[in-house]
């Protein structure tokens, strides 16, 4: 599961650097401040990025889902705003837009930024270490110090 997510954060930020449509959309919507748009645009492609580069190595991939996971939570929070408020502007999440309804929009990339979650907060409960290995490994290591051997 970890590599469709990768996969679809990778595909999200890249659509985002070659067509170029989220600071735009910022500007449309009236979220944010005119000076803010364009950090906080590049700070989304960034932690996008991150997202996919954490989940690909096993050492990493916690920490990514965790940041998938508030990604995806901030992510429908915008996209449950905008079509509630009625948007007419769809945002270019992927470099494209369902240009027949952009409500129907909204509410696709609010379905998946939610199934994001969900698999993210099952993933992180699953990622963590037992506690029984954890003291079972620190209780070794002490035993081999008092001991001397190492």
Known sequence: ?????????????????ITPSLTP???STGMLPRAAVEP???????????????LLWPRTRRYGWVLAGGLAGALLVIHAASALLGDPDPCPCFGLRLRRAPWL??????????????VSFVAIRRAGMPKDRLTEGGAQCVAR?????S
Not at 40 to 54: F, G, M
Not at 105 to 117: E, K, P, R, S, T
């Open 1 to 17: 599961m970890w590599a469709v997510v990768a996969v679809l954060f990778g595909l999200s930020a890249a659509g985002k650097l």
């Open 25 to 27: 959309w910022l500007l």
């Open 40 to 54: 906080v645009a590049r700070a989304v492609i960034l932690l996008e990025l991150l997202a996919c580069v954490l």
């Open 105 to 118: 929009d909204h509410v696709f990339m609010a379905g998946l930024c939610l199934a994001v979650g969900l």
């Open 145 to 149: 110090q008092s001991s001397g051997v």
